[in-house]
């Protein structure tokens, strides 16, 4: 590893060390639902970095379909599985504060369904990528289901804005009594600054894991040839 | 209190939980690598 491989996930350190500090010492305890509310600093950046994570799939997916680069492919690949890991935290916290403040679990409501929907449509992305045999078919079907797929991105970041939910309404630009107390929005920003980060780390090391693994196919292959045509050479 | 703990202790386990898959892929890559070198010079 050479030094500036470091940078990334130091910063990653540095960041959520800053927003843990903010979220336990900074953010006041807010009046209605008490601590609990405090889930809202992991919660809100685990959804950010999926919905980032699949418009990197989307974009990478069509630059793949374009250029036929399996750089391109792995990149989407690797934004896919970092994407699920998020939207699965999403859907797994989201319940846990919902419990003691709705008094419920889960509710079929527009926006919680339509992340399930999202989780699903990935999830399938890496089962597809995980059972489809052949590279270039593997990879022009993973674009294809990352670019339709993509469609529900929307649709859930505007659920709360399209239809009546049990989920809160937007903080930010959500109209009239919309907003937060400046220290919350601090250190949400802090959250997600870090958050993001992780994203990009993660993506980066699982690419390139992928990019290698590729190399390394190639290269058994050459080996296996090199090592066949060495026996005919010297029959 | 016991729902927030509950919520970033599943986060941070998970997360763990992935980073540690990480490197162990990543020392399943050297170690193919290392075969691949042995094959090429044998």
């Given at each position: 590893m050479k030094s500036r491989d470091y940078i990334l996930p130091a910063l990653v350190f540095v960041g959520m060390l800053v927003a843990l500090y903010m979220i336990g010492f900074y953010a006041p305890v807010e009046r209605e639902q008490g601590i609990v509310q405090k889930i809202f600093y992991f919660h809100v950046p685990c959804?950010?970095?999926?919905?980032?994570a699949f418009l990197v799939v989307?974009?990478?997916?069509?630059?793949y379909l374009i250029s036929r680069d399996k750089r391109w492919d792995n990149r989407a690949a690797a934004a896919a599985e970092v994407g699920v890991l998020f939207?699965?935290?999403?859907?797994?916290?989201?319940?846990?504060?919902a419990k003691p403040v709705w008094g419920i679990w889960w509710t079929w409501d527009a926006r919680l369904t339509l992340t399930l929907v999202l989780w699903?449509?990935?999830?399938?992305?890496?089962?597809?990528r995980h059972y489809v045999t052949g590279d270039e078919k593997r990879a022009t079907l993973s674009a294809i289901?990352?670019?339709?797929?993509?469609?529900?991105?929307?649709?859930?970041?505007?659920a709360i804005r399209w239809w009546r939910t049990q989920h809160p309404q937007p903080v930010f630009g959500g109209g009239a009594g919309s907003g937060m107390d400046p220290r919350m929005a601090a250190t949400l920003?802090?959250?997600l600054a870090a958050f993001t980060l992780m994203f990009a780390y993660f993506v980066r090391v699982r690419s390139r894991q992928l990019a290698l693994e590729d190399e390394i196919e190639q290269a058994h292959q050459l080996a296996d040839e090199a090592s066949v045509s060495m026996r005919g050479d010297l029959r | 209190m016991t729902w927030m703990i509950a919520a970033y202790a599943i986060i941070w386990i998970a997360i763990f939980i992935y980073v540690f898959g990480l490197d162990r892929k990543q020392r399943a890559l050297a170690s193919e690598l290392d075969q691949l070198k042995s094959k090429l010079k044998g």
């Open positions: 959804a950010w970095v999926s919905f980032m989307f974009v990478f997916s069509i630059r939207c699965t935290l999403v859907l797994i916290t989201g319940p846990i504060w699903l449509i990935y999830v399938a992305y890496l089962l597809l289901l990352g670019i339709v797929g993509f469609i529900d991105v929307p649709l859930v970041y505007f920003w802090v959250s | -």
